[in-house]
């Protein structure tokens, strides 16, 4: 155990320092700034026992793209003091990788894996974290051109901002939120007005349905009740967009749903841009397959290669999720001679299977992003895909998940 001046030493500050014209990652410990290459064997050992004490407090926890959820039950988990551990634990055991022991481990796990793949993981860039959110920041991370930016873009739209996913990833969005207030369980008039807009939202994306979206052919599926001649006094995307507008207002303060308002933000852009589209479901098949067509040109036309909305519903398309997927550590692309290796990881508060799993399943998407990203770009040479999870007392281990390969690594001096 260490003493009370023990963990009075650990205490830090992290800080951007210009060194040589670039800027580096530096400690003020004992009041002195020590360079992260420079930094002491005395340091790590201070910060591994505390990484080991905060992986005892959270062995139950694990964060799956912005949220912490218990394994024992899959609730999510909205306690601040949780919260900040896990932000503690991640600090420290981005900082702990780049020890020189456990540097030289990775080396050699990842030699004996296979000879012609490297690490990317030892310069403090290739240790940043990162959430994937949008098209720009993953280009801007693959070193992928403007032109070659304009092309996915062309290409991506027409699949992802067809009326199916686009009303797919709503209901999702507004499903995720329902979710985490029936988890919160709290009942505050802020609380009980946005549930009872979500739920009326809900309802009217159902009972708005297009009726040519079931499975049926056409000349068998009923006749509307009704034939409308104004297409002006129909209902419209814009009832959707006021809907949202008021569920963001009624949660703007809530800081445990901060990730579930900041979807409904995203998707405001691409509802502001087909609002004065009918969604009315009691007109002719033919003008609901044109309104359908409206909405998928529009949003085309409209969502630029950095929106969100565009990459939200890109995840949709790909997976049937929305959530942005957040990445502990970014890696990089790593090797030469037509062998690129594009490696990322993620920290884990245990070595329990259903952990491992999980991770192993949140780095499959995030590499599958990347990976779609790079094929729609038509980039030179194939990049092969690898994903790292680091734990304390790890059993070490490489996995083949998808035709993809992930390597467990265990966090020791």
Not at 173 to 179: A, P, V
Not at 314 to 328: A, C, K
Request: include cysteine.
């Amino acid at each position: 155990m260490l003493s009370n001046s023990g963990w009075n030493r650990l205490k830090f500050l992290r800080t951007n320092v210009m060194c040589h014209g670039q800027w580096k990652l530096a400690y003020h410990f004992h009041d002195t700034e020590i360079d992260e290459e420079l930094a002491p064997q005395e340091w790590y050992r201070l910060a591994y026992a505390k990484l080991v004490k905060l992986s005892y407090l959270l062995k139950n926890v694990e964060h799956i793209d912005g949220k912490l959820i218990s394994v024992d039950d899959n609730s999510i988990i909205n306690d601040v003091y949780i919260i900040n551990q896990m932000k503690s634990f991640n600090s420290l055991a981005r900082t702990l990788i780049s020890a020189p022991s456990v540097q030289c481990a990775l080396k050699k796990s990842l030699t004996s894996a296979q000879p012609q793949v490297f690490s990317c993981f030892s310069s403090l860039n290739g240790r940043q974290p990162m959430t994937l959110d949008s098209l720009t920041k993953i280009c801007n991370f693959l070193g992928i051109s403007a032109q070659q930016r304009k092309s996915i873009r062309l290409t991506v739209c027409p699949q992802v901002t067809q009326h199916h996913i686009w009303r797919g990833a709503l209901e999702e969005i507004l499903n995720d939120l329902k979710r985490e207030l029936d988890n919160i369980g709290f009942n505050s008039p802020a609380f009980q007005m946005a549930r009872q807009v979500m739920m009326s939202c809900l309802k009217f994306l159902k009972d708005t349905a297009s009726l040519h979206e079931s499975e049926a052919p056409a000349w068998m599926r009923l006749a509307p009740l009704k034939k409308v001649e104004k297409l002006e006094t129909l209902l419209k995307w814009e009832e959707v967009l006021e809907m949202f507008v008021h569920l963001s207002q009624c949660m703007s303060q809530e800081e445990r749903l901060l990730c579930s308002i900041a979807k409904i933000d995203v998707m405001k852009e691409g509802l502001y841009h087909i609002k004065d589209i009918v969604i009315e479901r009691d007109i002719s098949f033919k003008e609901a397959r044109r309104q359908d067509s409206l909405v998928q040109k529009k949003l085309t036309k409209s969502l630029g290669h950095s929106s969100k909305c565009l990459f939200t519903l890109l995840l949709y398309y790909l997976y049937g999720t929305v959530r942005d997927i957040e990445v502990e550590v970014c890696g990089g692309v790593c090797g030469g001679g037509g062998k690129l290796y594009l490696q990322i990881g993620k920290f884990l508060t245990s070595d329990d299977e259903k952990m491992v799993r999980n991770g192993v399943k949140q780095l499959y998407r995030a590499l599958g992003v990347f990976k779609f990203v790079w094929e729609t770009a038509s980039m030179d040479g194939t990049v092969n895909l690898q994903g790292h999870i680091w734990s304390v007392g790890a059993n070490e281990r490489t996995l083949t998940y998808r035709g993809n390969k992930f390597f467990v690594h265990n966090i020791i001096l």
